[in-house]
């Protein structure tokens, strides 16, 4: 199984609608689907969603680097050296959506060749996951709207609210219809995406304290050393580190700062294998986690789930796995369904990916 090529092929669908939060909005999903071909004929594949105002990487940076960086660094090289391709992608800083599609798609090789799902071989825990549904800006009406329709169409109850705007009331008024309407047996939690300041955000948590919020993600920036460990000492809730935990370093640090009281794991910026670091450190510590998702497409939402329903922690919680939801079209030849506010693992050997030629010829941004 020795890789013979690397394929970094940028496409871009659109979503229905702007998907708005404090740290920027999504109106076309500018994506990268990620091929590693071996010479026994087996493909392994992944997809890397750019983040420019996260991670600083875009859908051209992220093809350069694989084109002209890592491919030839992992050529020859077979799909069970993940250790020694790491060793040679970490020599360049940065770039983790790119490293994690990479390392994705190495396990769907190795799950094509042993035959076996990719979730069975990273721990097989079971074969769904809850699935979380993320509620981006809109006046509250809306929101709420938003929030009734999944519910009634696919039996989603838990609802990651995007909050950071500025009066902060507004959000707030927005968390509190959103309770009114949805009942107690829902589970809500709000995400900040750093768009707030510490006091900000205390007060915000006051005014929310008699709404029953599962998690408290990112309210303020992490770079606000002594104002988030201010804050997260207060929060009434776990306070989740997102945007700040982009290697299991970074969660070490957060951590033992005070800075953060659980940790979102996606796979889109830690692969599988760097993830699996993430959560055994967490296990360790005895700190929750969460399945974020980073906005992907239908491909990227396998690689959660497969990942998520792996492992009991991970499963413990709803995942982040509805945002294709929101995507006009994707590559894949059978669209994923979520049923019951559950998302099923594909069957099959590897990650079960299997892409529509045709879709991927018409959305396809390098011909």
């Not at 979380?132 to 929101?143: D, N």
Request: with cysteine; net charge negative; proline share 5%.
């Amino acid at each position: 199984m020795k890789i013979v090529r690397v394929e970094a092929i940028p496409f871009a669908i659109p979503y229905a609608k702007p998907l708005r939060f404090a740290s920027g909005e999504m109106r076309t999903a500018d994506h990268v689907l990620v091929r590693v071909h071996t010479d026994e004929g087996i493909v392994g594949t992944a997809e890397a969603p750019p983040r420019p105002y996260t991670y600083g990487e875009t859908q051209e940076s992220i093809v350069v680097v694989i084109d002209k960086i890592f491919a030839s660094q992992i050529l020859g090289l077979t799909a069970l050296e993940r250790e020694v391709v790491h060793e040679r992608l970490d020599r360049t800083v940065g770039n983790p959506a790119a490293k994690s599609a990479i390392d994705m798609a190495l396990w769907d090789i190795v799950g094509q060749a042993a035959g076996m799902p990719v979730s069975g071989l990273l721990g097989g825990y079971t074969d769904r996951m809850k699935v979380c549904h993320m509620v981006g800006f809109a006046p509250a009406a809306e929101m709420v709207a938003e929030a009734e329709r999944i519910r009634d169409l696919h039996g989603i109850t838990t609802f990651k609210i995007k909050v950071g705007r500025r009066p902060y009331g507004d959000d707030v008024a927005a968390c509190r219809a959103l309770r009114d309407t949805l009942g107690p047996d829902a589970d809500l939690y709000v995400d900040g995406n750093r768009g707030w300041s510490p006091s900000e955000s205390a007060r915000a948590l006051r005014a929310m304290d008699d709404l029953d919020l599962l998690f408290a993600e990112e309210l303020c920036p992490a770079d606000d050393v002594l104002g988030r460990r201010w804050l997260v000492e207060r929060c009434p809730v776990p306070f989740i580190a997102d945007e700040s935990v982009t290697r299991a370093a970074e969660v070490t640090r957060e951590l033992l700062a005070g800075s953060a009281t659980a940790i979102s794991i996606k796979t889109a910026r830690t692969g599988f294998t760097a993830s699996q670091r993430v959560l055994h450190e967490c296990e360790a510590l005895g700190v929750e986690v969460v399945m974020g998702n980073q906005i992907d497409g239908q491909i990227g939402t396998l690689c959660t789930a497969a990942f998520g329903a792996a492992h009991r922690t991970t499963a413990r919680h709803a995942g982040e796995l509805s945002n294709f939801l929101g995507m006009t079209d994707d590559l894949l030849t059978e669209p994923l369904t979520i049923e019951d506010g559950t998302l099923r693992v594909r069957d099959g050997h590897g990650l079960g990916i299997d892409i529509d030629p045709e879709k991927l010829a018409r959305y396809r941004r390098d011909r």
